[in-house]
């Protein structure tokens, strides 16, 4: 039987009409679908800033919407918000920027911040890489998991980031990094043996596109994509953006691995959204994917082997494109550099920066000065700072707001979990 997704037209951020679209979605492609126990809700919230990460993360109306849903099934017993935010913020921030605190009393639900909260290990047993993972407590006891990713593309996973890369916030940041280079898509399929969701409820009522994950820009697409499949649901996804869904690794690794459909063929698309309507409007759009070489900046960059798109290559290429997205003239001011990327053969240049571990095996070089950034691959973190420092290059997100959020509060966020995690935890699995 062909998996089924349903696309849903949906022009705007309103709770109880977002609701209304869930529902039919869900009585129509799974009616018998049983939404009960302990419910995991998994959104994206990667980064959610008012000045300079306003599109790429999940809206709190969508999650409202769902949550309304909810109250009409008598068998949950919780209902749990499980997030760890990226760059290094902590994640109550963000669900604070994001909106999400306001649902806490609304809807008596928890949201968990993973850095700050109990973990649990889980092993995957049919994983090709990762064996065993770090969750939040509550993601390893839950009987019913949703994700609710955010329609956009992503330049460290082949343009296209949806509800199979949304699993990489599942995980501690301590092991977000391991194998984020050019074997993140079998980490990806890996993860989907610990966490792979009952429901997919994707926001593609506006979708970010192009640029770096956190700071690109949005346009209004009008769609609600529901699915219970990952792999169908990704594949959709893909398909509005105009992509190949068997030209993106993780997707065809997924299916490969046998958690949906092969194909496109194999997929029954249906819902009051034509395909055609999305299509139209992301022709035209860039979605930024390119070798990191071929961006267009003061510095000289060159790519050696290997060429990590989720690693070294393309986390430069994402900081690139913060500074683009939201301070473009900075870009005319950067120093004349010549960047390496990856292990590269001879180089005589003025001044040389070394990107990830790779790059620092670069040999023989010639410089006046020679700097590294260490790393397989680097944070995005460590990227932002290090540039501030040796360079003076101030990137958008350094604010003060989430200079105090990052350096200060998030260890102090860590250091509460690390304690917490110390003590005896005797809740039943
Ligand atoms: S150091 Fe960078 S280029 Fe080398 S394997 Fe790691 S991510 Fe890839």
């Not at 993601?139 to 460290?156: C, D, G, S």
Request: a positive charge.
């Amino acid at each position: 039987m062909k998996q089924k997704v349903f696309l849903a037209s949906c022009e705007g951020y309103d709770p109880p009409a977002i609701a209304q679209k869930i529902k039919t979605a869900v009585n129509t492609i799974a009616p018998k679908l049983h939404i009960t126990g302990r419910v995991v809700i998994k959104p994206n919230l990667v980064m959610a800033h008012p000045k300079v990460a306003t599109e790429g993360y999940t809206r709190a109306e969508v999650i409202e919407g769902l949550l309304q849903v909810l109250q009409e099934y008598t068998g949950i017993t919780q209902t749990a918000v499980v997030e760890k935010s990226g760059l290094g913020v902590s994640t109550s921030y963000m669900y604070r920027n994001a909106g999400y605190r306001a649902l806490r009393k609304k809807y008596g639900i928890r949201l968990v911040s993973m850095e700050e909260s109990h973990k649990r290990i889980v092993v995957a047993n049919k994983a090709r890489l990762q064996y065993y993972f770090t969750v939040a407590r509550e993601m390893a006891q839950r009987e019913f998991l949703i994700f609710v990713p955010k329609l956009k593309t992503n330049v460290l996973s082949h343009a296209y980031s949806g509800a199979i890369k949304l699993n990489i916030g599942t995980i501690d940041s301590a092991e977000r990094l391991f194998h984020h280079n050019r074997d993140l898509p079998i980490k990806l399929a890996d993860l989907l043996e610990i966490a792979n969701p009952n429901l997919i409820v994707t926001d593609g009522i506006r979708m970010a596109f192009g640029g770096n994950q956190m700071t690109q820009h949005g346009t209004d697409l009008g769609v609600l994509v529901i699915s219970t499949n990952v792999v169908a649901h990704d594949m959709v996804c893909a398909h509005l953006l105009n992509l190949d869904p068997l030209k993106i690794e993780h997707i065809r690794e997924a299916a490969y691995r046998g958690f949906g459909p092969s194909s496109l063929n194999e997929i029954e698309i249906i819902g009051d959204y034509p395909v055609h309507r999305a299509q139209s409007k992301t022709r035209d759009l860039d979605f930024g994917f390119c070798p990191v070489h071929q961006f267009k900046s003061n510095f000289a960059i060159q790519t050696g082997k290997p060429y990590c798109i989720a690693g070294c290559q393309g986390i430069f290429l994402d900081w690139l494109y913060m500074i683009n997205d939201r301070k473009p003239k900075l870009l005319k001011k950067f120093p004349k550099l010549t960047v390496l990327i990856g292990k590269c053969g001879a180089v005589h240049a003025d001044r040389i920066l070394l990107v990830g571990n790779c790059a620092c095996a670069s040999r023989p070089l010639k410089a006046k000065r020679i700097t590294r950034i260490h790393g397989c691959p680097p944070s995005h973190k460590r990227i932002v700072w290090d540039m501030m420092i040796g360079y003076g290059i101030f990137n958008p997100l350094v604010r003060p707001s989430l200079i105090w959020d990052a350096y200060i509060r998030y260890p102090f966020k860590k250091l509460k979990g690390w304690f917490l995690n110390l003590k005896k935890d005797n809740t039943s699995e």
